[in-house]
């Protein structure tokens, strides 16, 4: 790993952590993900991509990151984002759903085993590069094959910066209140339709968005 990326991860990490300790959250819908914990079965938390800083603060307050395995896109942004990965105390895994080789496919099996085993992991069903709300079949395969609860959500900050970019990530303001939705868990059954699953997470993973945002508009 060069230098410059992991210096690049350790400032991403470092300003997760300044918004994940300054700000506040209003939360609606945490006993479902309270609910799945007790379930005691896989985890997969999605959320649209751009919404990983605010989601942190969410993640990183209730969950357990040393349990916790962050996919991570396996291309030229890897080291940077394992570098990010360990700074807040979580491990990675790339993963990427084109890769055909060896390497990418005992990824996805290791991914796939620790979620099997207890770990959580967090995915974005578009990402890494769009187009933006439209998911990728890599969600409903890992889910499928884990055999794992999907739980959407989103997180809305009104004082944030969106970069201008096919995901509009927004980086929020230190002590910004940040606004968190959380839908129930979708139950995944070996036989479960891959197509349909992932309309489901569409459909819910918007909702998620709409409602947080909602919650920020009743807040003025």
């Given at each position: 790993?060069r230098?410059?990326?992991?210096?690049?991860?350790?400032?991403?990490?470092?300003?997760?952590?300044?918004?994940?300790?300054?700000?506040?959250l209003?939360i609606?819908?945490?006993?479902?993900?309270?609910?799945?914990?007790?379930?005691?079965?896989?985890?997969?938390?999605?959320a649209?991509?751009?919404?990983?800083?605010?989601?942190?603060?969410?993640?990183?307050?209730?969950?357990?990151l040393?349990?916790?395995?962050?996919?991570?896109?396996?291309?030229?942004?890897?080291?940077?984002?394992?570098?990010?990965?360990?700074?807040?105390?979580?491990?990675?895994?790339?993963?990427?759903?084109?890769?055909?080789?060896?390497?990418?496919?005992?990824?996805?099996?290791?991914?796939?085993?620790?979620?099997?085993?207890?770990?959580?992991?967090l995915?974005?069903?578009?990402?890494?590069?769009?187009?933006?709300?439209?998911?990728?079949?890599?969600?409903?395969?890992?889910a499928?094959?884990?055999?794992?609860?999907?739980?959407?959500?989103?997180?809305?900050c009104?004082?944030?910066?969106?970069?201008?970019?096919?995901?509009?990530?927004?980086?929020?303001?230190?002590f910004?209140?940040?606004?968190?939705?959380?839908?129930?868990?979708?139950?995944?059954?070996?036989?479960?339709?891959?197509?349909?699953l992932?309309?489901?997470?569409?459909?819910?993973?918007?909702?998620?968005?709409?409602?947080?945002?909602?919650?920020?508009?009743r807040?003025?």
């Open positions: 790993m230098v410059i990326d992991r210096i690049k991860g350790r400032i991403l990490a470092f300003y997760a952590l300044i918004i994940q300790r300054t700000a506040p209003t609606e819908g945490w006993e479902h993900v309270s609910k799945a914990f007790a379930a005691d079965k896989p985890i997969l938390f999605v649209w991509h751009g919404q990983q800083h605010l989601l942190f603060a969410l993640v990183g307050t209730h969950v357990d040393s349990e916790f395995a962050f996919i991570i896109v396996g291309d030229h942004r890897q080291h940077v984002l394992e570098s990010f990965a360990t700074g807040v105390g979580a491990i990675s895994i790339p993963i990427s759903m084109e890769d055909d080789s060896f390497a990418g496919a005992r990824n996805l099996i290791e991914l796939i085993n620790k979620l099997r085993k207890g770990k959580y992991s995915i974005a069903p578009d990402g890494p590069d769009g187009p933006p709300r439209i998911p990728k079949p890599g969600t409903a395969f890992i499928i094959r884990a055999q794992a609860q999907i739980i959407p959500f989103a997180a809305y009104p004082s944030a910066y969106r970069l201008r970019r096919w995901d509009r990530y927004s980086l929020p303001l230190p910004a209140r940040i606004y968190c939705s959380v839908r129930p868990p979708i139950s995944v059954s070996r036989d479960a339709d891959p197509e349909m992932l309309e489901q997470v569409t459909r819910e993973t918007n909702a998620a968005n709409e409602q947080a945002e909602a919650m920020a508009k807040r003025k």
